[in-house]
């Protein structure tokens, strides 16, 4: 059977909005390139009020605007998730513009270096620790207590199949999307009287800036480690992002959403 490959049979279906964030606003980190530039422009489309989260000034004011212009609700606000003192100031900037926080999507992470033990560096930890984990964190912490005082809030943390399985010479990355399970295990716990449900999302391999081209060696690799024979849009990883975010997952909570064609089922 030859592999499907293009844009319409992967997207059929899936691409007509029905206001399922309507009346929500949300946050997304790293929302100024790659996947949480697509779940930003999804959240917007699906009816939320979006604040686009990113350390890079140009492209998160970009998309923001390339939201508005299409009739949604979006804002820019520059924040490194890593520094609590950005992370509680964007958590205002949302709150005073809004009035509540609804959805926070964790997706921003260290991608800078990836090596096995022996290779792997003091600076690579620490990034994929501050950035990754306690990016998650800091954000975390900042929106529960509007959430826990309305009794209603969803946040989906983005973590990887390497998470799930195993991945070459990338020990830092892998050691910390994995930890990040046991954190959407704990926070579901401790906040799920408060209907404040916490799940992941683990993407496959995704086409975006950091990804290998097609024709690459690992490209062809990525491909053949799915179920679908193709690598994935970051499109395909915001449906999976909204229906956690929705009321459609209002008893979905500590779960973890593979997005990634079939690759952990294999
Ligand atoms: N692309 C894939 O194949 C793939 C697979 C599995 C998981 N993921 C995960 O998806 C998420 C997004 O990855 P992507 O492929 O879209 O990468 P990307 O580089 O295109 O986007 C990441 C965004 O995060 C921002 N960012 C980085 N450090 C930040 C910080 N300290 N504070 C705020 N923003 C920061 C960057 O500026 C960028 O806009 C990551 O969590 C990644 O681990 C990606």
């Known amino acids: 059977m030859a592999p499907i490959d293009t844009d319409a049979a992967a997207l059929q279906n899936a691409d007509a909005p029905m206001n399922r964030l309507s009346h929500k606003a949300a946050i997304v980190t790293g929302a100024a390139h790659g996947i949480g530039r697509a779940i930003s422009e ?7 009020s979006v604040l686009l989260v990113d350390i890079d000034v140009d492209a998160g004011e970009g998309a923001a605007a390339a939201i508005r212009q299409r009739g949604g609700d979006g804002a820019f606000c520059r924040a490194d998730v890593s520094s609590v003192e950005d992370v509680v100031s964007a958590v205002s900037v949302a709150f005073e513009k809004w009035g509540h926080i609804d959805v926070l999507c964790n997706n921003a992470a260290y991608l800078g270096e990836f090596h096995a033990v022996l290779e792997s560096t003091p600076e690579e930890w620490s990034k994929c620790i501050e950035v990754s984990l306690l990016g998650t964190h800091h954000f975390t912490k900042a929106v529960l207590p509007h959430m826990i005082a309305r ?4 946040i989906v943390i983005v ?3 390497q998470a799930m399985v195993g991945c070459a010479s990338s020990v830092a990355y892998t050691a910390i999307k ?3 399970l046991g954190y959407v295990l704990s926070a579901a716990y401790d906040y799920g009287p408060y ?5 992941a999302l683990c993407p496959g391999a995704i086409q975006t800036r950091i ?5 690459e060696p690992h490209y062809e690799w ?3 480690q799915t179920m679908l024979g193709r690598v994935g849009r970051p499109r395909e990883v915001a449906h999976g992002a909204v229906f956690l975010a929705s009321d459609d997952a209002s008893y979905i909570t500590g779960a973890v959403l593979p997005v990634d064609g079939g690759w952990t089922a294999k």
């Open 159 to 161: 973590a990887s199949v």
């Open 151 to 154: 009794k209603l809030g969803s």
């Open 178 to 180: 994995a930890s990040l």
């Open 42 to 48: 999804l959240f917007a489309e699906e009816g939320a």
């Open 222 to 224: 990525q491909c053949g």
């Open 211 to 215: 990804s290998p081209k097609p024709g």
């Open 195 to 199: 209907n404040v449900r916490v799940n």
